[in-house]
């Protein structure tokens, strides 16, 4: 019997206007970063350990391509988090497809941006532990826009 056990990501951008009209839409696949294996391996064997489970997604403006060894998004904007002081997030399970949904909505960040990575934290607000990151094509969010970034981990 030859088994591998994967830990594979894409995540879905919807862009949406002050009208809540879809504008944009796009999929792209994620890297599941070194040190996101090894949280999801200490989960699985150790009953001690204290990380904190992913709590936040972060959406920044760098498109320095994702390396395995990265622990931080290059130019973080704002964090979607469990909180919720910024946007809001949420995570399920269904099977062995863990799905993260981060909202930033109007205002945030405060200024128009340009989009171009996003990761997954074990941190509310700053810092933390990278799950994965990610970089795509600009997504221009003006300051009445709404994007929501839907991530699913799948373990196969």
Do not use: H, Y
Not at 30 to 42: C, E, S, T, Y
């Amino acid at each position: 019997m030859n088994e591998t056990l994967k830990v594979l990501g894409n995540l879905k951008i919807v862009k949406t206007n002050k009208d809540n009209v879809v504008v944009d839409t796009r999929e792209v696949p994620n890297l599941v970063v070194d040190k996101g294996k090894a949280l999801i391996a200490q989960r699985l064997v150790n009953p001690g350990f204290t990380s904190n489970v992913p709590q936040s997604l972060a959406i920044g403006d760098d498109a320095t391509t994702p390396a395995a060894g990265q622990n931080a998004l290059v130019s973080e904007l704002a964090r979607a988090n469990l909180l919720p002081t910024v946007g809001t997030f949420s995570n399920s399970v269904t099977d062995a497809v863990i799905t993260f949904v981060g909202t930033f909505g109007p205002s945030i960040p405060s200024a128009t941006a340009t989009l171009k990575e996003a990761a997954i934290f074990d941190t509310p607000n700053t810092g933390g532990n990278m799950l994965c990151r990610t970089t795509f094509s600009d997504v221009s969010k003006g300051t009445s826009d709404t994007v929501t970034v839907t991530w699913n981990i799948t373990i196969a």
